[in-house]
């Protein structure tokens, strides 16, 4: 079936510092992927539709220049979290989507900011 | 604005017996959908999907209820395992391929 891998599983940093979070389909071409964010206890919060070649799609209270998205190729997108801050400290999950595999996430990053 | 919402954030089922999740949405434009599992720190696992053409899927020990008039769906599970505790999540999609999920139901199958 589909895989799709996402890098770094956890990582911590400092206050005002950039973290990158990559997110590979391995066996399928995804043009759209979609980044997601959860809260402890809480649902997962679509914050922006991934579109290779073009500009991200930022849902309604999502920082863009907070959260650069890269779509760089057909099997990779890039979330930066760039001056993180405590407040960013969550779990984030992208998921890519394809005609033959339907919906496949990642296995999630979990980002503390201290 | 919460579009898919599920009402009940816990449940604990005996194992053998059926454990039903519940999920409302509000926006009649969705017409997929589908349910997770999810444990912490992991990405959401997919059991079951269902599209607005029927009312049923079933797939092993899961089954997907769809009411389009109530906007309302359920996931039924039975018999229930202690495997089966988790998160479930149900999650929409519409006119684009924007997945939007619920606000998840922690199942607990007990012995």
């Known amino acids: 079936g589909a895989v799709v891998s996402q890098h770094p599983s956890r990582v911590i940093c400092k206050s005002g510092t950039s973290v990158k979070i990559e997110c590979r389909s391995l066996?399928?071409?995804?043009?759209?992927m979609f980044w997601y964010r959860q809260f402890p206890k809480q649902s997962l919060m679509l914050m922006a539709t991934?579109?290779?070649?073009?500009?991200?799609?930022?849902e309604q209270g999502v920082e863009k220049d907070k959260f650069l998205i890269n779509h760089a190729s057909l099997t990779l997108s890039t979330l930066t979290v760039t001056s993180a801050h405590p407040e960013d400290s969550s779990f984030y999950i992208c998921?890519?989507?394809?005609?033959?595999?339907?919906?496949?996430f990642g296995s999630g990053t979990r980002l503390t900011v201290v | 604005d919460q579009q898919v919402k599920q009402n009940s954030p816990s449940l604990s089922v005996q194992e053998g017996r059926i454990s039903i999740l519940n999920c409302d949405y509000t926006?009649?434009?969705?017409?997929?959908f589908l349910w997770y599992k999810k444990y912490p720190a992991e990405g959401p696992t997919f059991l079951i999907s269902?599209?607005?053409?029927?009312d049923k899927n079933e797939d092993g020990r899961f089954t997907v209820f769809l009411n389009k008039s109530a906007k309302h769906l359920s996931l039924h599970i039975v018999p229930s395992q202690p495997g089966d505790s988790a998160v479930y999540f149900c999650?929409?999609?519409?006119?684009?391929?924007?997945?939007?999920f619920g606000t998840g139901t922690r199942l607990q199958v007990f012995p």
């Open positions: 999650a929409a999609s519409g006119n684009t391929d924007k997945l939007i």
């Open positions: 991934s579109n290779e070649g073009s500009k991200a799609t930022y």
């Open positions: 066996d399928f071409q995804a043009t759209t």
């Open positions: 269902i599209s607005s053409i029927k």
């Open positions: 926006n009649s434009m969705f017409d997929y």
């Open positions: 998921s890519a989507v394809n005609s033959a595999y339907g919906y496949t």
